[in-house]
């Protein structure tokens, strides 16, 4: 598995992420990744926000267009993730702290597509606190996963 | 001029809790991400709404979720000067740093851009939108322009920590 994630770095695709002069490369691709968050995590946490009591007199059902720009945010992390986890294979894709990163993405992409699709219906206050919290949890396991040495759950 | 700004903000307390604490960078990044998506989810929510999505919405109702973008940028204001002050060479470090400079100036920006909003008188008619209201066209001049400055500071943010290395300054002067 690590000679297929060696080959995976060192691939084109690999080599222009990391060593590309291009600002599509690497630093265009942490700039996309950070708006991306910002429209994901930001619109999902101010519509679980109003569906948690704040702001009452918005009219929750209308802020269902919103979530167009939430998935597009999540798109825009998706695709520039991939990109990113290509270029760093060997140390990201061995991390078990990226992959408790996914995991928490997995399960705030769910609560996200529930909250959307029972906004009509008034949502729980415990989906919307699970969308504010697994979106805050997936940024914190982001961070640690730069961090191996202080959570010892390291990168190889 | 940078190094009296420097002197300004020096912090040898700070300075030296980020030093000796591992976990006090990192901690601050995560509240940093946080202020940023409260701050974008909010800000970002009126200005699509001013630029025609989402018309159902009554533009005052949503404005009572500008607090929390606010406290998002406070939060960012603390953790930005944690990163400031706690750069292992001091403030200097950012202060000369040519995209931190341009990050500030965009956040002078949309500054300006929220104070011409309402010194206008702009955002009294855009706070009267009702359900459908479509928004007076210096309204979608003022979201347009938040939306491209915020975007704007990720980007200078991003950037900061690559202004050193080569290619950065070789290709884009940073």
Request: aromatic share 12%; charged share 10%; hydrophobic share 55%.
């Amino acid at each position: 598995m690590n000679e297929f994630f060696a080959a995976l770095e060192q691939g084109s695709v690999g080599l222009w992420v990391r060593e590309s002069p291009s600002m599509f490369a690497y630093t265009g691709l942490i700039t996309v990744h950070a708006i991306g968050l910002a429209f994901a995590v930001g619109f999902s946490w101010a519509i679980a926000l109003r569906a948690l009591g704040v702001a009452r007199a918005v009219p929750l059902e209308a802020m269902e267009s919103f979530f167009g720009a939430v998935w597009i945010g999540f798109w825009l992390c998706a695709v520039s993730g991939v990109a990113m986890a290509i270029g760093h294979a060997t140390t990201d894709l061995t991390s078990p702290m990226f992959y408790i990163k996914l995991g928490l993405i997995g399960m705030g992409v769910g609560s996200t597509r529930m909250l959307e699709t029972k906004l009509r219906v008034g949502p729980s206050p415990l989906l919307a606190g699970a969308v504010i919290a697994l979106w805050a949890g997936a940024i914190i396991a982001g961070r640690l996963n730069e961090y191996p040495a202080l959570t010892g759950i390291g990168r190889s | 001029m940078i190094q009296s700004l420097a002197a300004l903000l020096q912090n040898e307390a700070v300075h030296e809790f980020v030093a000796t604490q591992a976990w006090a960078w990192p901690i601050c990044e995560m509240i940093h991400f946080f202020g940023m998506a409260l701050l974008m989810g909010t800000v970002g929510l009126l200005d699509l709404r001013m630029l025609g999505v989402a018309k159902a919405l009554p533009v005052a109702a949503l404005e009572r979720l500008t607090p929390w973008g606010i406290a998002g940028f406070v939060l960012n204001l603390i953790t930005g000067y944690v990163f400031i002050v706690g750069s292992p060479g001091g403030p200097k470090d950012s202060l000369a740093n040519t995209a931190f400079q341009l990050k500030m100036a965009f956040i002078l920006l949309a500054g300006l851009n929220v104070a011409a909003f309402h010194f206008t008188g702009v955002s009294r008619r855009a706070s009267a939108l009702g359900q459908g209201g479509d928004a007076p066209f210096a309204a979608k001049i003022v979201a347009a322009s938040s939306l491209f400055l915020w975007l704007g500071v990720i980007y200078f943010g991003r950037m900061i920590m690559y202004s050193d290395s080569f290619y950065v300054r070789e290709y884009y002067g940073f």
